[in-house]
């Protein structure tokens, strides 16, 4: 049954983009991650998530751990950050900076300006599944698996002639955490299931002897939350001692586990986390494993599927993860690992990001820590955004929309900071927000104070609306928290009186150099903003007068300014230090993601950019390898972009210096700790490598390395609502497939080369190097 819905998924998948370029790409790859050994530390074990649920697989013998999360369980409460009347100081704030008095000015701030608390709520475990096994013998044979085909974890071993067998999935369907526990031969299962939480404000109990419920709360906080666990089996017996469920004889069990909370919105805790259980498994009660589970893999290949990445002529090797990792580090000669931790990004993406469920934060939806590294929440001036970096390019745009429901609470939250911090009309986001929405500057007035988070996330809503041409979503949702978000610009900027240009601030280039004047990432975020919402308004025909004023406003803003050294300035000032190896490489967002900076429109800039970015060099922490990626890849450095992506790649230890970086051994991004930004910061990098189309051109293998000689990919998408499959041989591009779904003009390009075509919607193009006329001709 397994491979019959594989197989009809595949077909219906490939039909639906109108089939592959080439039979090399069709076949079913098998990507998977796999271990011979248990986990010993969290960062081994291996993910499975529906959106709302996550769970952390250990694959113990004797002691199997499944770590799990609910994605509302938090800290805190509802709250209003803003800090009451914080405007009266905005006016001297920016005196102070303008007199050179930095220091003054973010002890002011720190006084009047900020967050009130100071610092945001974090996002909390639930709890753990606990299975103690008894086995009579030598264990053999042992293997454990994550099958990202079919999003399945499998778990296998023998003792004497007794094969037995765990199956585990998160379901999106059906709302829970699916475990399958099988013994084949003379043996049988006998296990002790239990159910615990960190949190000390907990219970467990039993209902009957085929249940088990854990509820409690977070401690000084308004979450609270239920865990209820539903227990099958096939032959044995099954009794509740003491808070355990004892299973006895059995040849198959299987578990079923549900969570929920009562957050109902970032205003809400009123919800009903028990009847909401209940609910879901009484649906369950009369559905078959083998239905759950089917309905399970017809959900996630319906998206997975989408794309597919081939890299190399030869098969993968077949080692355990871990040893592929190693042996990438020494020789690079595993492309195929480049396009497993590609599809592993889309599968943490599924996983973690689904309508109704919260966003990703900065751990996705896994998290074991009560106090997890910076709250795990969602950090803005980079983190949050690169999570959805390959929502819509990699073909998965529906799990784009957790992002969509959370910006249209921020920007409820975030008109009270822009009244009561800035007496100005929209809304800001600062560089975090929780499950509570805030919005206020945090932490430090040197780095809180960045207003420009709000205006970046902007961006994702427009990316939709290119990709997918979906006026209607722009009517109704993305373009009126635009708006909302540029009217903020047009009452903040201020014109600096040295050049009468405008300049935002008091604000930051992230996480250095403290509190300023005019960043360069700022003035690019708010331009893209302008132009964006403009564009918007002429689209939806509508802010006449606005428009206006956003596009005369757009080109008063500080531009782009090449220093002394040849590079893109950081600041108004002159003031780049070439040994500065930040992790943060602000001052290129008009790089990537922005797309203001390219070698067609702005040569100068783009060089001044490129010169910054060598400065930074080739390490950094896991996600700012992955910004670095894109980046390379936008400069047209194959080689070098895929340079990065073999540092990103190199194992990671479980501690290591700030900028330690790499691949823990379940391929879990390492800032280090585990931050899931990375991962997905790498997606995408490998997808812009392959397909551009910023610039309006769909250009092909901009960014080809050398290492990739023979290849394929397909599905992947671009602005203007194409759908595109490549094949290249040799290093050199093959032929490629042109999926219209919107109709219209269309620019192909191949290095120099450009073909023009004229679309339908629905129609499918062939093209190959014969379609192309070179820029002589």
């Not at 390395?705 to 599905?715: D, L």
Request: proline share 5%.
């Amino acid at each position: 049954m397994l491979q019959l819905i594989g197989m009809i998924v595949i077909a219906g998948v490939l039909a639906a983009v109108g089939g592959c370029v080439d039979a090399h790409a069709c076949r079913a790859v098998p990507h998977e991650l796999y271990e011979t050994a248990a986990a010993e530390r969290w960062v081994e074990a291996y993910p499975i998530g529906n959106g709302h649920m996550g769970a952390m697989i250990y694959g113990g013998v004797e002691r199997e751990r499944v770590q799990f999360n609910e994605d509302t369980v938090w800290t805190g409460g509802p709250h209003d950050y803003a800090n009451e009347g914080a405007h009266e100081v905005l006016d001297e704030l920016r005196r102070l900076l303008g007199k050179g008095k930095q220091k003054q000015a973010e002890r002011l701030a720190m006084q009047r300006f900020m967050s009130d608390p100071l610092r945001q709520h974090a996002y909390q475990p639930l709890g753990d599944l606990h299975l103690l096994f008894q086995h009579d013998g030598e264990v053999r044979d042992y293997k454990r698996r994550l099958d990202l085909n079919h999003a399945v974890h499998t778990v296998g071993y023998r003792v004497g002639q007794t094969a037995y067998t765990r199956e585990a999935f998160a379901s999106y369907p059906d709302k829970v955490v699916a475990m399958k526990l099988e013994a084949k031969g003379p043996g049988a299962i006998d296990v002790d299931i239990s159910l615990t939480s960190p949190h000390q404000n907990t219970t467990v109990e039993a209902e009957g002897d085929e249940a088990l419920v854990l509820s409690g709360g977070v401690k000084d906080g308004a979450i609270g939350f239920e865990a209820r666990l539903a227990v099958n089996r096939s032959g044995g017996t099954i009794v509740a001692e003491n808070k355990v469920l004892r299973v006895r004889g059995a040849k198959r069990v299987t578990l079923y586990l549900t969570a929920d909370t009562n957050h109902v919105s970032f205003r809400d805790t009123s919800g009903d986390p028990s009847a909401h259980n209940k609910a879901v498994l009484d649906r369950l009660a009369k559905k078959p494993y083998r239905a759950i589970r089917d309905d399970h893999m017809v959900d996630y290949m319906k998206l997975f599927n989408r794309v597919t990445l081939e890299l190399g002529a030869a098969g993968p090797p077949d080692l355990p993860t871990r040893q592929r990792l190693e042996a990438f580090a020494k020789d690079g000669n595993d492309p195929h690992l480049a396009a497993l931790y590609f599809q592993f990004g889309r599968y943490l993406l599924i996983a973690s990001s689904r309508p109704g469920s919260q966003p990703a934060n900065l751990q996705g939806v896994w998290n074991k820590d009560l106090k997890p590294a910076w709250e795990s929440k969602y950090t803005t001036n980079i983190n949050a955004e690169m999570n959805y970096w390959p929502a819509e390019i990699t073909n998965l745009a529906e799990c784009h929309e957790p992002l969509f429901g959370a910006l249209e609470e921020l920007s409820r939250s975030g008109a009270s900071v822009a009244r009561e911090h800035y007496g100005a009309r929209g809304w800001v986001l600062h560089h975090n927000f929780d499950l509570w929405r805030g919005a206020a500057p945090i932490n430090h007035s040197n780095h809180g104070i960045w207003p420009t988070g709000g205006a970046w996330l902007c961006q994702h809503l427009w990316w939709h609306y290119r990709f997918s041409g979906d006026e209607r979503f722009l009517r109704e949702r993305a373009y009126p928290i635009m708006k909302q978000a540029a009217l903020f610009f047009v009452d903040t900027l201020v014109e600096d009186e040295r050049t009468g240009q405008l300049i935002s601030g008091p604000s930051n280039s992230p996480e250095q150099g403290g509190l300023v004047m005019g960043p360069t990432m700022d003035h690019q975020i708010v331009r893209h903003l302008f132009a964006s919402t403009a564009e918007a308004s002429e689209a939806l025909n509508v802010d006449a007068e606005l428009r206006q004023q956003l596009r005369q406003m757009h080109s008063r803003i500080a531009p782009n300014r090449i220093g002394k050294h040849g590079q893109l300035q950081e600041w108004l000032e002159d003031k780049d230090d070439p040994k500065n190896q930040h992790r943060h490489v602000s001052h290129l967002w008009g790089v990537h993601p922005g797309e203001e900076i390219t070698p067609g429109a702005t040569p100068l800039l783009m060089a001044a950019a490129r010169r910054s970015l060598e400065f930074r060099g080739d390490d950094g922490t896991g996600w700012s390898m992955g910004w670095k990626i894109n980046l390379w890849a936008r400069f047209g450095d194959g080689d070098r972009a895929y340079r990065l992506l073999r540092n990103q790649l190199r194992l990671a230890r479980d501690r290591g210096t700030w900028k330690g970086g790499g691949t823990y051994p379940n391929l879990f991004d390492a800032h280090p700790p585990f931050q899931i930004d990375g991962n997905f910061g790498a997606t995408s990098g490998i997808a812009e490598m392959l397909l551009q189309s910023h610039t309006g051109e769909l250009h092909l293998l901009p960014a080809l390395p050398s290492a990739w000689t023979t290849g394929s990919v397909t599905g992947l998408r671009t602005r203007g609502g194409f759908e595109v499959d490549i094949v290249w041989r040799r290093g050199e591009f093959d032929r490629a497939t042109i999926h219209s779904t919107l109709g219209g003009p269309c620019v192909v390009r191949w290095g120099d080369r450009r073909a023009s075509l004229e679309t339908k919607p629905g129609q499918k193009l062939d093209i190959g190097p014969s379609h192309f006329l070179s820029a002589t001709d």
